[in-house]
């Protein structure tokens, strides 16, 4: 069983950087295709970025493509989200999620891909 604890958000003016970290605990994380999704009250859950197992393999949302950067440490069983001239858009539960089952060496961007979440983590920015 993966765990995902998030950290990281809070609040920061537009044009600001956060950087989100993703930290997991379990056995199948060295072979889990990762995610970041965010949701705002009202809204579905949309997909931010995803990375491969190996991270080799990233792809974003046109929202953020440019803006944020997805990337992970496997010897400290971490995920990033690098996330730099945010907008008041961008305000958000940022989630972190994992694909435990067989990932290969694709990046998957469905909210149904994948099968472990973390609680989430607030960021708001202000315009």
């Known amino acids: 069983q993966v765990q995902l604890v998030e950290s990281g958000g809070g609040l920061v003016q537009a044009g600001g950087s956060l950087r989100l970290s993703c930290t997991t605990s379990?056995?199948?994380?060295?072979?889990?295709?990762m995610a970041w999704f965010r949701q705002t009250p009202g809204k579905d859950r949309e997909f931010v970025a995803a990375l491969s197992s190996s991270g080799a393999a990233t792809y974003y949302a046109d929202s953020v493509k440019g803006r944020f950067t997805i990337s992970r440490d496997n010897a400290k069983n971490t995920v990033h989200l690098q996330m730099d001239s945010l907008k008041p858009e961008d305000t958000s539960v940022y989630y972190c999620a994992a694909r435990t089952r067989y990932s290969g060496t694709y990046y998957y961007s469905k909210e149904g891909d994948y099968n472990a979440w973390g609680q989430g983590t607030q960021v708001t920015v202000s315009g």
């Open positions: 379990g056995r199948a994380y060295p072979s889990s295709a």
